[in-house]
Every structure is written in C-alpha cells, then in structure tokens.
C-alpha cells in the first residue's frame, strides 16, 4: 500500500503561480510512476502530468505545457507540480496518483494508477 497525501493548493489571482506536493507513505519503494490529474465540477478527471520516479522522465498535458512542471525528490518521497501562468480555467480539484509497475502504463489515462490522493482544490479567481 501507498497513502498519497496532497498540498499546496489555494485560492490565486490569473498569473499566479502555486506549487502543489504530494508526500508519499508506506511502500515507497514500489512506485514505478507519479502522475497528476484534476477535475473540475461537471467534468471528467482530466490528465496533468506524469514523471517517472526513478529515471525522472516526464510527460505534460497539452493544455498546461509550457506553464506546468512536474518534477519528484526522490530522498523524501515527495512529488512536486509547479503552476505558472494559471488561468480560471485550472481551476479544479488536483490529484496525485502512483502506478506500481511499469509493463501496461499508460501516463494519460487513469485508470493506470494504483493509488490516489485525497485531492486538494486550486481555485483562480479573474
């Protein structure tokens, strides 16, 4: 079992930047990938990005390429999302989520992950 436990999330003016984290606990050593997700009321949980845990390799959602940044500190056990340039249209619940091993991952798609957050909600205001 991992427990997954999220932070970092707020309220931010358009432009604004926050850093959302997500501590991992329990057996660590499993974790394959960490990927982030979100959902906004009304839609469906909608990929972020993914990093692979060990070699550090990444993928990013179009829609946040260029403002968001996922990165992990592997010592800790921690995974990171920097948001820059956030708009009203982030605005949603964000997730973090582990997959165990690597053979059948697929990074955008949820259901490849074997262990969720809580969730912590970034709201950003006009």
């Known amino acids: 079992q991992v427990q997954l436990v999220e932070s970092g999330g707020g309220l931010m003016q358009a432009g604004g930047s926050l850093r959302l984290s997500c501590a991992a606990s329990?057996?660590?050593?499993?974790?394959?990938?960490m990927g982030w997700f979100r959902q906004a009321p009304g839609n469906e949980r909608e990929f972020v990005a993914a990093?692979?845990?060990?070699?550090?390799?990444?993928v990013v959602a179009d829609s946040v390429k260029g403002r968001f940044t996922i990165s992990r500190e592997n010592a800790n056990n921690t995974g990171f999302l920097q948001m820059n340039s956030l708009e009203p249209e982030d605005t949603a619940v964000y997730y973090c989520?582990?997959?165990?091993?690597?053979?059948?991952?697929?990074?955008?798609?949820?259901?490849?992950?074997?262990?969720w957050g809580q969730g912590t909600q970034v709201t950003v205001s006009t």
């Open positions: 989520a582990v997959r165990r091993l690597v053979m059948g991952f697929v990074p955008s798609r949820a259901g490849s992950y074997d262990y």
């Open positions: 329990g057996r660590t050593d499993s974790m394959y990938a």
């Open positions: 990093i692979q845990w060990g070699a550090g390799y990444s």
